[in-house]
């Protein structure tokens, strides 16, 4: 089985992907990635959906969305924070707001001294530690790379944080079996009450709704895409008759079915 | 009146906040810019909150959750696509798949040769034409700066495409008067149907949602806040009886009421 994913060798998504396959490859970008197995280029795709930090990874909602390709399985992996910086002799602590809360204890306790500055992602404040050896930056140890030391590893709060990848693969491998189901939704209209029928129609059937996430149609502000995790196969006739539903409020648009997967973990 | 935004000068941010504000100084981030105005260091801050591109600012939203100010208008203003190249001369245009898309009719009538390559965001695009003289990125014409040639202008398919930004103020000139609320829940919890009961404690008093968007609540995965913007003042009864729902629902997390307000438009 060959798998493409984002590297560099070491990243989540590698360590991701070695459970699904034992030949990966590297992609710049989800995007080409997706892309990519859509065109049967590889046989699966591993992509990051959604991180309890930064959330949901809005290049990987749109790439499926607008690709054909199917969802065969979710693999759910543990976030480490490592402090990463030049050296120990730091002022200022640079990450996500949340990474920052998420090591709050571990910061109080042992630099109770140092500056915490909030920026856009724990990615900008590993760059800011590796541009100025004033500053620390927070992130998996494998981010240390050369030029960073890790000063310590394991400083979050809990262990329970973690981050969601999709296998993706081409439409023709879409599963109706498993635990949870993705889809797609495009109702091309705009009316009160529009997201509360979309609910509806799993809730009335006793679906739980595990996520929902809206994004820009492009088309104009104000008009969304839905995607809709829901724990239910598609083969069960709840999830048929739901569905049914949500394609009469899209009547306009479309809906896409991504496909029925279980969930892996993986642990290191 | 002195107003904090994203610079340089001719961002889309400055032009939004100059129609707030004859004193206008820059901060490089999101999360700055609200820290400051929650520290009282200025009297207003415009962010951009959502785009019909790029869909919401997650930083924004972060922003707003994590820190004590209040909302006091919105500000909507048109996206305007220009062609931004080294030269006429380039076999690629990169962008975001959304761009690429509302830049269709344009591209295929005048470049129907070129490739078009799906990349994060349209400044991902523009970086790559900056490095690359074979690639054209496409963005306001502003972006072209020294490096770059505008080709075109206005190559989008139709005018409609926006950016939405907030105008935040110090809690005490939080609102409760305008067309338009935005509010934070935390429910500190997760149930099958915790997502309807939300969006029912409006639709049964008539309120329009106009949005609602999701953000990790940073502790763990599937632990979420929501963000919500309803079509109605703070002091309508109807409003603070959702609220009160809202409220209770949120019993064992909380409710944030960034404010009330109405919505300028700035054309340029």
Chains 1, 2 share one sequence.
Not at 21 to 50: K, T
Not at 162 to 190: I, M
Not at 191 to 200: F, S
Request: hydrophobic residues 40%.
């Amino acid at each position: 089985m060959k798998a493409v994913t984002l590297g560099p060798a070491g990243t989540y998504s590698h360590r991701a992907a070695r459970a699904v396959a034992d030949d990966v490859e590297f992609r710049e970008s989800v995007s080409a990635i997706v892309a990519a197995v859509a065109d049967g280029e590889y046989e699966r795709g591993v992509v990051p959906i959604e991180n309890s930090i930064e959330g949901s990874v809005t290049e990987t909602l749109d790439a499926l969305s607008d690709n054909d390709v199917s969802v065969t399985q979710e693999i759910v992996t543990p976030i480490r924070h490592a402090l990463l910086a030049q050296s120990g002799n730091f002022s200022t602590v640079a990450s996500h707001s949340q990474a920052l809360a998420q090591c709050r204890t571990y910061l109080e306790a042992e630099y109770p001294d140092v500056a915490l500055e909030a920026v856009a992602s724990t990615a900008r404040g590993v760059e800011r530690a590796r541009n100025d050896p004033a500053v620390a930056g927070i992130g998996h140890p494998d981010n240390a790379g050369d030029d960073l030391e890790i000063v310590a590893e394991d400083i979050q709060d809990r262990q329970s944080n973690a981050t969601r990848f999709f296998v993706v693969a081409p439409p023709s491998e879409r599963s109706d079996a498993g635990g949870k189901s993705s889809v797609v939704v495009y109702p091309n209209a705009n009316y009160p009450g529009l997201l509360l029928e979309l609910l509806e129609a799993f809730a009335e059937r006793n679906i739980n709704l595990s996520r929902i996430e809206s994004r820009p149609s492009g088309d104009r502000l104000g008009d969304y895409l839905f995607h809709i995790d829901f724990e239910a196969g598609l083969y069960e006739e709840r999830a048929q008759e739901a569905l049914a539903d949500v394609e009469a409020i899209a009547e306009k648009g479309w809906v896409r079915r991504l496909g029925s997967y279980d969930t892996r973990h993986v642990l290191y």
